[in-house]
């Protein structure tokens, strides 16, 4: 059968009903890239596997939250989105608004956003409003426009943008046979580490796994909330998509380190481009600085016997 989407095809798992139009680009379903050669580099026995997001249509995992968030503004009656971006969601709040048949607006920070992402959101008719401040003053902005202008917000604050990206933990347990004992995320706003632990959940109480994943999120040393305890004010890292002082799912992230027994750690800069390059050179994958954050800290915790063993 020809795959239509995530919302089509988990539509029993999402809040949505047969009325519901789903605004889709054919996201999720993306390849679960096994390593082959990291590991032995590392000496190491372990099965890894890495989720390729980037093959989403606008080139993130945002994809995934933004089929639900955008479908569920359109079922609301809502004109047009709002969202802050560091660049990932710009492009895709951009293009499913393209798609809806809707306005988008995008707050962006000026001269810290990925230009392709930029260029991205543009030709799919966003109106770019760029500030002169961070990703979470932009944030605060978003939620005073939203607060008394007919728009609704897409960041990953709209419940509705979990509940798409939870998804990606269905597919990673329908390949594997079963959930995995770890799974690494960089951490931005925590937004998707809780959808993966969401997913994770529903799936284990309904017994279409046998477990569910220690969760462990990654972040860099000079944007790392989390690994400090405490918010912080001038976040700075190569990591664009992780740059993000202030998380907006503090709480729910917290919640995910406890209830799997997770912890979260950060890495420097260099570490996480050195780990960009040992997956473009030694597997042929390529992906972003944000991304190959989780395959560092991966990296060192294999090393110390905190993952795998
Ligand atoms: C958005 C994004 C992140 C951060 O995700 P959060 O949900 O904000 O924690 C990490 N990597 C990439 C590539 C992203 O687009």
Redesign the pocket.
């Known amino acids: 059968m020809r795959y239509t989407g995530l919302i089509n095809h988990y539509k029993d798992r999402l809040p949505v009903s047969k009325s519901t139009k789903f605004i889709s680009l054919g996201e999720g379903n993306t390849p679960l890239i096994r390593l082959q050669n990291i590991p032995a580099l590392l000496s190491k026995d372990v099965d890894a596997y890495v989720k390729y997001e980037g093959l989403n249509p606008t080139g993130?995992?945002?994809d995934r939250g933004m089929t639900m968030a955008v479908t569920k503004a359109v079922e609301s009656g809502s004109k047009a989105i709002i969202c802050a971006s560091t660049g990932?969601?710009s492009a895709s709040a951009a293009a499913y608004a393209a798609r809806a048949g809707i306005k988008a607006f995008v707050i962006i920070p000026e001269g810290k956003i990925a230009l392709g992402k930029l260029a991205q959101a543009m030709i799919h008719g966003a109106v770019i409003i760029q500030i002169k401040g961070n990703f979470d003053d932009g944030m605060r902005l978003v939620k005073e426009v939203a607060g008394h202008a007919p728009v609704s917000i897409v960041n990953?604050i709209n419940p509705f943008r979990l509940q798409g990206q939870k998804t990606a933990a269905f597919e990673i347990i329908e390949e594997l046979g079963d959930a995995p004992d770890y799974h690494c995320l960089?951490?931005?706003?925590?937004?998707?580490?809780s959808a993966h632990w969401m997913g994770y959940k529903e799936y284990y109480q309904d017994r279409k796994s046998t477990k569910t994943p220690v969760m462990v999120g990654y972040q860099a040393e000079g944007s790392a909330p989390f690994k400090k305890g405490m918010m912080v004010d001038n976040p700075k890292t190569i990591a664009t998509?992780?740059r993000?002082g202030h998380p907006q799912?503090w709480g729910l992230a917290h919640e995910v380190e406890k209830e799997s027994n997770g912890w979260f750690d950060a890495l420097s800069d260099e570490d996480i481009l050195a780990a960009q390059k040992l997956l473009a050179e030694k597997e042929g994958i390529f992906c972003?600085p944000?991304?190959a954050t989780s395959l560092a800290g991966a990296i060192r915790d294999v090393k110390n016997d905190k993952v795998g063993s």
């Open positions: 993130s995992f945002k990932n969601t990953s960089p951490v931005g706003n925590a937004g998707n580490i998509a992780i993000i799912s972003e944000a991304s």
